[in-house]
């Protein structure tokens, strides 16, 4: 838990609900956390499901690792400390998100459970999806157009989760998607599933 530094300062309510701005976009907000090793496929399956929300009118936005580290967490590296930092700020923006009403998508590496709880623990019962994008370190190093498992193998790239940094699995997942054995729309089918079963989205 982060430390509260702040003093002197109150929370301003607004005039508009949650429950207004759900009505306003005919579903409910929630955060579609979906976590796994490099190359597992989140990033590919976020941008995937999105596309297929977009076409159903459903107001959603994607927030990827390195996309974030473009420019909220610049200044973050690779450390335990810092992945829980990059882990927590990620998850009060994904709150936000999903307070607003929209479908919120999370493609992050995010390798410790605690700090995946956090993130859940912040959030309303049932707004969190934990999704473990699941893919054996063989397939992902198979997979990888970046050259990133070859240079941390080479010890180029110092904690690197599945090679000289832990992953640890989600031990209560909302949904697990093996990527080694289905296909992309596979995987995008099931979450449209989980969201319909958990009436985020109605179903069409």
């Known amino acids: 838990m982060a430390e509260q530094k702040a003093t002197n300062i109150v929370w301003h309510a607004s005039a508009v ?31 995937a499901l ?10 959603t936005f994607i927030l990827d ?7 909220l967490n610049k200044n973050l590296g690779f450390s335990p400390a810092d992945r829980t930092e990059n882990i927590r700020r990620i998850g009060e923006v994904a709150k936000l998100f ?10 992050f590496i995010s390798p410790y459970r605690a700090d995946r709880d956090q993130v859940r623990a912040i959030m309303r019962e049932g707004d969190f999806l934990e999704v473990f994008v699941e893919c054996p370190v063989e397939v992902c190093e198979e997979r990888d ?9 080479a010890g180029q790239i110092p904690e690197f ?11 209560r997942a909302e949904l697990v998607l093996a990527t080694y054995r289905q296909d992309v729309e596979a ?18």
Request: some cysteine.
């Open 98 to 107: 999903t307070d607003s009403g929209v479908v919120a998508l999370t493609a």
């Open 17 to 47: 609900t949650r429950e207004d701005r759900e009505r306003l976009a005919g579903h409910r907000g929630c955060c579609v956390w979906l976590t796994g090793l490099s190359g597992s496929g989140k990033s590919t399956i976020a941008v």
């Open 50 to 59: 999105e596309k297929r929300l977009w076409e159903r009118g459903v107001r």
């Open 187 to 204: 995987s995008v089918a099931q979450l449209l599933g989980l969201l319909e079963e958990r009436g985020v989205l109605r179903r069409p």
């Open 145 to 153: 157009v970046k050259g990133l498992y070859q240079k941390a193998r």
């Open 161 to 171: 989760t599945g090679v000289s940094a832990p992953y640890e699995a989600p031990l």
């Open 65 to 71: 690792g390195d996309n974030i580290r473009h420019g």
